[in-house]
């Protein structure tokens, strides 16, 4: 008898012990992980190149959700700030505020990029320059956002992992951003047969895309740029740090003074123009390339090409036409559409 009594308190031992680890369970975590994913088709507009998605991240519609709820939210920096601080949806996503003496450029056709930042200093795919934002930029506390039960839950339900770290972070932004494509302007509608352009929206795309306006050859038409690096010739002499563009990243004395080509979508709605924001409208933009550009060692020589010696010498009509064919440029489907809003 009493072996059975030492039986019956050993197994109701055993079950309270059992009880006491189920209590402490947490009941978002479950025992085994089934990643829950949505096929999203990136669909490129038909006269856009292909976008460029790493076989690592292909695009998921939870993944694009979670994105947008990060991309959003104060969590992400220790400051208050949050990735639409600074890139505002009305404004083309960019803001009016500098940034360290510098435009902010604006999130929009990334999916097509591989250089980042004016001054080229990160370079890849969205995923590693997002990686550098929260890892950098931010310096997100990790803590804080694997103690959140709901990232907790969805990082475990759409990137499979029980501890978020910067990587699932950084591609869950890339998979936002990557979707914020400009594709609906007056000027795309135009290249689909869509839309008529004015008389003046139409001379300014003679002068943008022919060797007078010169424009083109950097900001390529559809994306409008080239992703690349030129000294268009802002200044002369480069005795400020910060003006010294590609060269503080290469230490090439032959990229004095390169800055990466921002991309002119939207380009109405901004306030600040080149790396310094020296200008403030697109008319004295066209002023300097017209007869304000400064010679130096590392000029891009599509400054001066025969005939440009001296600039564009365009006529005052032909500059307010070369506005208004930028103004063509400007999305509103684009800075309304409600799936890159705040959720």
Known sequence: MKYFFLFLSLCMLALSCQKAGQSQKDPLVEDSIEVVLTPYSLESPAHFPRPIIPDDNPPYVERILLGRKLYYDPILSQDGRSCASCHQ?????????MYQGMPVLPHVNLAWNTNFMWNGSKQGTLEEVMLFEVQEFFQTDLNKINQDKTYKHLFRKHFGVSEISYKELAYALAQFVRTMISRDSKYDRYMRGL????????????????????????????????????NIGLDSNYNNMADRGLFLVTGNPNDIGKFRTPNLRNV???????????????KQVIDFYNNGVHNSPTLDPIMTKPGKENGLNLTEIEKLQLVAFLHTFTDSSFLQDTSLSRP
């Open 89 to 97: 949806q009305t404004l083309g996503f960019t803001t009016h505020m």
């Open 195 to 230: 839309a008529t352009l004015s008389y003046d929206e139409l001379e300014g795309r003679n002068l943008f895309f022919s060797e007078k306006g010169d424009c083109y050859h950097c900001h390529i038409n559809p994306i409008l740029t080239d992703n690349l690096f030129h």
């Open 268 to 282: 109405a709605l901004r306030s600040h123009y080149m790396h310094d924001g020296r200008f403030t409208t697109l």
